[in-house]
């Protein structure tokens, strides 16, 4: 099965970032948005795995849940992977880069404890669209400076997911989560 280790994002803060989307998408970029109910953050992609392998990837959830607390954050900004001269993904940055980023490096560490490839790369971000093309991004451009994105929201849990991939786009499943401490 092929999965994927995220904060799920409360429902206004997805309705939130769709009426954004919403505001952008008659620039008619050569895009494929992300679909509102699928948005969130990720901490990391595994790919396909064995079921036998959950059990595993559930106790390291468990122990990160006790060790880290839930956390306040908010969206800061527009930003662009690689850059914003040859972009390919299109998402919004939040403030809670520096404590995300330690919770995505001890869950790095101990996957790596069971087989998973250590990266560190993490970037805390809500990917909202995947370019297949610059066509029209000096209209997104223009478009983003006059946009404010000042959202807050509780992260409270970690969710493992399952990830079904369609003709329409993917389906996201929930395996399990995991509470952080309050």
């Given at each position: ?33 992300v679909?509102?109910?699928n ?52 998402f919004i ?34 990917t909202i669209?995947?370019?297949?093309s ?19 929201f509780?992260?409270?849990e ?24 309050t």
């Amino acid at each position: 099965m092929r999965t994927f280790i995220a904060f799920p994002l409360p429902l206004e803060i997805k309705e939130s970032i769709a009426e954004t989307q919403d505001k952008l998408k008659d620039c008619h970029l050569d895009a494929k948005w992300v679909e509102p109910t699928n948005l969130h953050i990720t901490l990391k992609f595994l790919g396909e795995i064995q079921e036998a392998v959950v059990s595993k990837v559930k106790e390291i959830l468990e122990n990160i849940g006790t060790n880290f607390s839930s956390v306040n954050v908010n969206l800061k900004e527009f930003g662009f992977f690689p850059n914003e001269k040859k972009p390919r993904v299109f998402f919004i940055s939040t403030d809670q880069e520096d404590y995300l980023r330690s919770i995505s490096l001890t869950l790095e560490e101990k996957l790596e404890e069971i087989g998973f490839k250590k990266e560190e790369r993490f970037k805390s971000h809500i990917t909202i669209a995947r370019f297949r093309s610059k066509k029209n991004l000096d209209c997104l451009f223009r478009r983003i400076k006059n946009i404010k994105i000042e959202r807050s929201f509780f992260i409270r849990e970690i969710v493992f997911f399952k990830s079904i991939l369609t003709s329409r786009g993917p389906i996201y499943e929930e395996i399990f989560k995991i509470n952080l401490k309050t």
